[in-house]
Nanobody
Framework: QVQLVESGGGSAQTGGSLTLSCVAS????????LAWFRQTPGKEREGVAAISRKGTANYANSTSGRFTISQDNAKNTLYLQMNSLQSEDTGMYYC??????????????????WGRGTQVTVSS
């Protein structure tokens, strides 16, 4: 079992930056993947970025080059640094976890554990 708690959401202007955090607790000694997903009303939850326990990161095409996923294993904390924010980045951002070592931000159905989310709103 893994518990996830996100923080750091808020409002930003177009072109601005925000950093999200996600603290993991529970069975954090195992090999697992961590990821960020986002969702807007009426749309399916989409992957943003994922990272393995060893630090290998993978990104969705829509965020590659603008967002950076990272982690501090000593603090069991996952981060998402978001730069050059666009209005299309608005949504609820969720932290997710699943056991494994090949970590890609693909279908949300592949992920086992979820946080409650943190809202990000980007406006001009």
């Amino acid at each position: 079992q893994v518990q996830l708690v996100e923080s750091g959401g808020g409002s930003a202007q177009t072109g601005g930056s925000l950093t999200l955090s996600c603290v993991a607790s529970g069975d954090t000694s195992a090999s697992y993947c961590l990821a960020w997903f986002r969702q807007t009303p009426g749309k399916e939850r989409e992957g943003v970025a994922a990272i393995s326990r060893k630090g290998t990161a993978n990104y969705a095409n829509s965020t590659s080059g603008r967002f950076t996923i990272s982690q501090d294993n000593a603090k069991n904390t996952l981060y998402l640094q978001m730069n050059s924010l666009q209005s299309e980045d608005t949504g609820m951002y969720y932290c997710a976890a699943r056991y494994g070592s090949s970590c890609y931000p693909r279908s949300f159905r592949e992920w086992t554990y979820w946080g409650r989310g943190t809202q990000v709103t980007v406006s001009s």
